[in-house]
Nanobody, 117 residues
Framework: QVQLVESGGGLVQPGGSLTLSCSAAGTRISAFLVGWYRQAQGKQRELVATISTGGDTNYADSVKDRFTISRDKVENAVYLQMNSLKPDDTAMYYC???????????WGQGTQVTVSS
């Protein structure tokens, strides 16, 4: 059974940084296209960043030049480095993994990020 577990969320002041981790159990996450999504209270879930199996990355315009998505094959994890955080970044952040050319997709349980002074 595949499980994705997010961690690293918390409360941070505006301008601060956090690194979110998405760890995989039961599979090698390097085989998956992985995305970080977020959902603020009362809003729809939105895509933040993705990383392909080959390491290609894409970002939402709202986080470009502030967030960085990366993989660590040894740790079997995907990270989201978030810098220059703003109150608008406050949301529950979710990790999503999709096995290319298949119907296998998985979600983590989410980790809360709150940006407030």
């Amino acid at each position: 059974q595949v499980q994705l577990v997010e961690s690293g969320g918390g409360l941070v002041q505006p301008g601060g940084s956090l690194t979110l981790s998405c760890s995989a159990a039961g599979t090698r996450i390097s085989a998956f296209l992985v995305g970080w999504y977020r959902q603020a209270q009362g809003k729809q879930r939105e895509l933040v960043a993705t990383i392909s199996t080959g390491g290609d990355t894409n970002y939402a315009d709202s986080v470009k030049d502030r967030f960085t998505i990366s993989r660590d094959k040894v740790e079997n994890a995907v990270y989201l480095q978030m810098n220059s955080l703003k109150p608008d970044d406050t949301a529950m952040y979710y990790c999503h993994a999709e096995l290319p050319e298949s119907s296998f997709t998985f979600w983590g349980q989410g980790t809360q990020v709150t940006v407030s002074s």
